[in-house]
């Protein structure tokens, strides 16, 4: 065996594991340490705003053929929401609004549509569930 040999090394770093703490020899320091001035941490940075222009969400859903989409488009320095139900819709415009309110629009918007979609799923399921159990009542397989 070489003095590189990978078993060697594996070999070496069980054996320091297994050592008890008292057999265990303290890396060597150095004599004279150097010394380092100490800087804060930088200062958080508000995050970059985000563009409304293009700002786009979509609703939840299996199909896209009835998926909403919420898009922020910007024409004349207002900003307007365009909300469509597919993708050859007519899109419903909003507006005019700020950049801050037509955001605000498209997030509302997504967060009503998911809240209401898991509230019909879970509906749904519990109808399911509750279905199936009155058919195994009355003995139907």
Same mark, same amino acid.
């Given at each position: 065996?070489?003095?590189?040999?990978?078993?060697?090394?594996?070999?070496?770093?069980?054996?320091?594991?297994?050592?008890?703490?008292? !057999?265990?020899?303290?890396?060597?320091k150095p004599a004279v340490a150097e010394q380092m001035p100490v800087v804060p941490p930088p200062l958080p940075t508000?995050?970059?705003?985000?563009?409304?222009?293009?700002?786009?969400k979509f609703g939840p859903g299996p199909m896209t053929a009835i998926r909403f989409k919420w898009t922020v488009r910007l024409d004349n320095g207002d900003y307007y929401?365009?909300?469509?139900?597919?993708? !050859?819709?007519?899109?419903?415009?909003?507006?005019?609004?700020?950049?801050?309110?037509?955001?605000?629009?498209?997030?509302?918007?997504?967060?009503?549509?998911?809240?209401?979609?898991a509230q019909l799923k879970s509906e749904m399921t519990g109808r399911s569930a509750a279905g199936n159990l009155a058919r195994k009542e009355s003995g139907e397989a």
């Open positions: 065996m070489t003095q590189s040999d990978p078993t060697d090394n594996a070999l070496a770093t069980i054996a320091s594991i297994l050592d008890p703490p008292e !057999n265990r020899r303290e890396p060597e508000s995050p970059p705003p985000i563009e409304a222009h293009g700002y786009c929401v365009d909300e469509t139900i597919g993708e !050859n819709s007519t899109p419903i415009v909003t507006g005019p609004m700020s950049r801050e309110a037509a955001i605000q629009m498209v997030d509302d918007r997504e967060s009503d549509a998911r809240r209401r979609f």
